[in-house]
């Protein structure tokens, strides 16, 4: 009897163990839409519907040129010649510090955070002005990229933009596509827009999803393809430790009960 008693003991602990590791189950799965909840998702736009800004922490690299890009045409024809065509398109990058400025070669600090890159193109090219005549600046941003979650955590991919015109499918691509357990007709793509986020979902499970393949990224987009839910393997992996503890404590039971 005390042998039976301390076995129903036993497995209630076992059963609360399991209880309390249940919620555990699936708890990878992020961005998930509240249940009951009629969740509205912005509208998709095929083109970024403002020009990135600058921000904090970002690369710059621009090259500079005088009498409005004379020269650069020169090079390229091969009039200026070998060695100034090198250091032409030799390239440096600059850290937008924390107070938004980047300190420049001869002009020190400039604070190019929140302008466009067209914004920052003017901008220094009128700071320049004093030492070049008529400058033509080209600026880049180097460290543009988005990140991608194609359907698993383990997989997420941070994509360089090395294109500005980007869509979708070539960063999923880049990616290595949806995987086995994403789910192609929930993709979300998060969007900071004037501080805070706008989400769009996306449906690339049927041919009609074709149409937003083309859509644009954005440096510092989120690319969330939601995973399918494992049920069955994780509550097989969350069940086998305490299922390995209980037969061992009922063999153990089940000799003890032989030998009285």
Do not use: W
Not at 26 to 37: D, W
Not at 76 to 94: C, D, H, K, L, P
């Amino acid at each position: 009897m005390k042998l039976y008693r301390l076995f129903l003991f036993t497995l209630s602990l076992l059963l609360l163990g399991l209880g309390a590791t249940s919620c555990g189950v699936n708890s990878n799965i992020m961005f998930k839409t509240p249940k009951g909840v009629d969740y509205k998702y912005d509208s998709i736009p095929m083109h970024p519907k403002e020009e990135y800004r600058i921000s904090k922490d970002d690369k710059i690299a621009f090259t500079i040129s005088n009498n409005l890009g004379h020269k650069i045409i020169d090079n390229q024809t091969g009039v200026g010649g070998v060695n100034q065509t090198a250091m032409n398109s030799r390239e440096m990058e600059y850290i937008v510090k924390a107070d938004g400025n980047v300190e420049l070669p001869v002009i020190g600090n400039v604070h190019v955070e929140g302008l466009t890159i067209t914004a920052c193109e003017d901008t220094l090219a009128e700071r320049y002005s004093k030492e070049h005549q008529k400058p033509f600046v080209q600026v880049r941003v180097t460290n543009q990229r988005v990140i991608v979650f194609p359907g698993d955590g383990s997989d997420a991919k941070v994509i360089p933009l090395v294109n500005s015109n980007t869509t979708l499918m070539e960063a999923i691509a880049q990616a290595g596509g949806i995987t086995d357990r994403g789910k192609a007709n929930t993709i979300k793509l998060m969007r900071k827009i004037n501080g805070k986020r706008e989400i769009y979902l996306i449906d690339l499970s049927k041919i009609e999803g074709l149409q937003y393949t083309d859509m644009i990224v954005q440096s510092n987009d989120y690319i969330y393809v939601e995973p399918n839910p494992r049920l069955a393997r994780e509550v097989v992996a969350q069940i086998t430790p305490f299922v390995t503890v209980l037969s061992s404590f009922v063999i153990v039971l089940t000799v003890l009960n032989r030998l009285q």
